[in-house]
């Protein structure tokens, strides 16, 4: 069974690696101080993200001994990053998307023109050969007052 | 005449305190078993004064307000208490190690602890109730449950310690699985009553922790004001129901998947017939694991999110309902041809086809976006989950009770009035909630104390139809008590059937087993092994 092979002796790693990998942690701390005093515009949050998750998988992977363990370890531990990720997306296509159906809907309010004189034939009709658009597909009243 | 064994797990130690120190997997069992059974009697209470103040359209004996508190514990006790708890608890407890050929399960201490936990837990709740109760609905929907002056705090911090008891109860039985199957166990001769509590144990370790951040934020929200969920401070109150609806609808799979194991052992047990799609069965189980976790927002099609996402999560839950049809006509089909005998377990199995497939094709009703934008809040959904959850889960857990009581407790109850009792819940059930379906339809909303007049037939014949099942369930507590005393003793197999917990007496030995069990048939091999039942023996 692929499920026994690591015994059951803690396992030990030389001091130089944790040693190694903390001090690239303290120099990945100061690499978010630094990049926080500039301003990479759009990506400002991208390269924090980035540096954080650099970070988290050295813990993961050699203080947490991921890395050395049973691979079974690291696929739960992965399938619950999916799974975080599989909760935000979703409801980001909520977040991010909602009302557009208004947008949809008022398309035709915002696309209307708006004219700086009445024409000569105020019915809806004359008002749509002159858009050249039929009166058939607007569902939008255009306000013929100013 | 079969004779009950000298010592078993029961009489092996005496006294409370060999009890509540135990870590006997069968004994805890039992302890979730008696404490289980306490809360669904609470929330079974609570129904029936509720169906009884819907008796009339107008005030009958509560207020407003007393109405919505009576609504909220009765279903936070039975979801949180009752139904998720229940038969991994229970009967996986008592079951799954012996069924796999251990002699434990794998953290004999966690599994004690958990119990613990949940009693804990249970105290919150318990206290939330003197302490005023609760009036949001167990669903505990944000902005009204951040302002609400009800005891909100200590129910969610109830229902946030219950969380670790599932999330021991299932990261035990995951180990358990892996680690201590007997020789020649292999993966594909588990009975599938251990693949459903398998996915469902991956559902409680992956999703329990969400609800208990859910309820945090919602404490936090309340006591500190940090906004999370207040547009006033940027925060969206729709995102709670996005965080809770993460974990509930995976929930709701945890309550069911036990029942639809239960049901896999009942019908080849009681109709001895080797079960029809073996692997089709197992995989189905994951396959619903999985697919729960995708289409959490078809609970939220009111609730003002993006018209996009309410698509994508109507398209996805038409899905879940693949793999449960899968499982429905491999039972069906299993049926087909076998010598069937129609004992309690059976009756219960049969009931379980007809309400859950009712249940889950209603499901297909309100995952189609424009239907439920009319049946949402309604009493269709209150007929809808009630015939999953009851005719559906509990069903099967009553089902499961009377398969494996024998088995408990070494002695059969009184069959004549096992089936009277079935049939009346079962007719109850139904003069109860399939009354809902039609006055949801015609626009009766859920959660309401006071109703028009049009509705009071369909509300009154409701309310007779809990009595049935009231009369039912009392009828079941005396023999099944009255079956401790005087029951006739089992034997080892009183249904003839081959699982291992079969081959050993009844009630087990402490150990369950003297010498490791070995594999080596299939769980339904009834085409080529025979077992006889210790009852017609003799
Ligand atoms: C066959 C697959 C299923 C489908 C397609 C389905 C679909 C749905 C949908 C769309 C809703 C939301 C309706 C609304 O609020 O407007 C709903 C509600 C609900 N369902 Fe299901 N369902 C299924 C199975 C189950 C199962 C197995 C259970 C429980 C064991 C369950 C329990 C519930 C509960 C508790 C609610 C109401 C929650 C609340 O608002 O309080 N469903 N179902
Ligand atoms: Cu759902």
Same mark, same amino acid.
């Given at each position: 069974m692929t499920e026994n092979t690591h015994t059951n002796e803690p396992h030990v790693l030389p001091l130089s690696i944790y040693l190694g990998i903390g001090s690239i942690l303290i120099f990945l701390t100061a690499g978010t101080v630094y990049a926080a005093g500039i301003d990479f515009g759009a990506y400002n949050l991208l390269i924090a993200m980035a540096i954080a998750t650099i970070k988290a998988s050295l813990v993961a992977m050699y203080f947490m001994h991921l890395k050395y363990d049973n691979k079974l370890y690291l696929l739960l531990f992965l399938s619950a990053i999916v799974f975080l990720a599989i909760f935000i997306v979703i409801t980001m296509f909520d977040t991010l998307r909602r009302g557009d159906i208004y947008e949809i809907k008022s398309g035709a309010i915002r696309d209307a023109v708006i004219y700086d004189s009445l024409p000569a034939d105020t019915t809806t009709h004359a008002i749509a050969d002159s858009l050249s658009i039929?009166?058939?597909?607007?569902?939008v009243v255009i306000d013929t007052t100013h | 005449m079969n004779k009950m064994p000298e010592t078993h797990y029961l009489n092996c130690k005496k006294g409370i305190k060999s009890w509540l120190t135990t870590v006997d997997h069968k004994r805890i069992g039992i302890l979730y078993l008696l404490s289980i059974m306490f809360f669904f009697f609470v929330g079974g209470m609570f129904a029936v004064l509720l169906r009884l103040e819907l008796l #009339?359209?107008?005030?009958?004996?509560?207020?407003s307000d007393m109405y919505n508190q009576f609504f909220t514990l009765h279903g936070a006790i039975m979801i949180? +208490?009752?139904?998720?708890?229940?038969i991994p608890a229970i009967l996986g407890n008592f079951i799954l190690p012996i069924m796999i050929g251990a002699?434990?399960?794998?953290?004999p201490r966690l599994n004690l602890a958990s119990w613990y936990i949940y009693m804990v837990g249970a105290l919150f709740a318990v206290f939330s109730l003197v302490a005023g109760?609760?009036?949001?609905?167990?669903?505990?929907?944000t902005p009204y449950s951040t302002t609400t002056?009800?005891?909100v705090i200590s129910i969610t911090l109830g229902a946030f310690i219950l969380g670790f008891s599932s999330i021991c109860t299932g990261l035990n039985f995951i180990v358990t699985v892996h680690k201590?199957?007997?020789?020649?166990?292999t993966w594909f001769k588990m009975p599938l009553f251990v693949w459903g509590m398998y996915a469902t144990a991956l559902i409680q370790v992956l999703a329990a922790p969400v609800l208990g951040i859910t309820l945090l934020l919602l404490i936090i929200e309340r006591v500190v004001?940090? /906004?999370?969920?207040d547009p006033a401070m940027g /925060?969206?109150?729709v995102l709670y129901q996005h965080f809770f609806w993460f974990y509930s609808h995976p929930a709701v799979y945890i309550m069911i998947l036990p029942g639809m194991a239960i049901i896999s052992e009942m019908i080849t047990a009681h109709s001895h017939k080797k079960i029809f799609g073996y692997k089709a069965i197992a995989y189905s189980s994951l396959g619903i694991a999985f697919a729960s976790?995708?289409?959490? @927002?078809h609970h939220m099609f #009111?609730? @003002? =999110?993006?018209e996009l996402a309410a698509m994508i999560f109507s398209f996805l839950t038409f899905f879940v309902a693949i793999p449960s049809g899968i499982k429905v006509f491999n039972w069906v089909a299993t049926l087909y041809k076998g010598s069937i005998a129609f004992t309690t377990p059976m009756l219960y199995t049969l009931a379980f086809l007809f309400l859950f497939s009712i249940g889950g094709l209603t499901g297909i009703f309100l995952g189609a976006l424009s239907v439920d934008i009319h049946?949402?809040? #309604?009493y269709f959904i209150v007929a809808h989950f009630h015939y999953v959850m009851v005719g559906g889960t509990v069903i099967a857990f009553l089902g499961g009770l009377h398969h494996w009581w024998p088995k408990m407790w070494g002695r059969m109850y009184n069959e004549t009035l096992a089936k009277i009792s079935c049939g009346l819940i079962f007719v109850g059930f139904n003069m109860t909630f399939f009354t809902q379906f039609i006055m949801g339809a015609q626009g009766m909303p859920r959660r309401y104390h006071l109703y028009d007049e049009a509705f009071r037939p369909f509300h009154a014949f409701s309310t007779y139809g809990s009595w049935v099942m009231a009369v039912g369930f009392c009828l079941m507590a005396y023999y099944l008590i009255r079956s401790l005393y005087n029951g006739k003793p089992a034997g080892n197999n009183p249904w003839g059937? +081959? #699982?291992?917990?079969? =081959?050993?007496t009844s009630p087990p030995p402490?150990?369950?087993?003297?010498t490791i069990p070995i594999t080596d048939?299939?769980?339904?091999d009834y085409d080529k092994v025979v077992a006889k039942s210790t009852l017609t023996e003799n």
């Open positions: 039929s009166t058939d597909t607007t569902d | #009339t359209p107008d005030k009958l004996y509560i207020d949180f +208490l009752f139904i998720i708890p229940a002699k434990d399960v794998a953290f109760g609760v009036d949001t609905g167990w669903t505990f929907y002056s009800t005891s201590l199957r007997s020789p020649g166990m004001g940090i /906004g999370i969920f /925060g969206d109150p976790f995708i289409v959490w @927002g #009111t609730s @003002g =999110q993006s049946l949402h809040d #309604t059937a +081959l #699982t291992h917990e079969w =081959q050993i402490e150990h369950n087993f003297e048939h299939g769980p339904y």
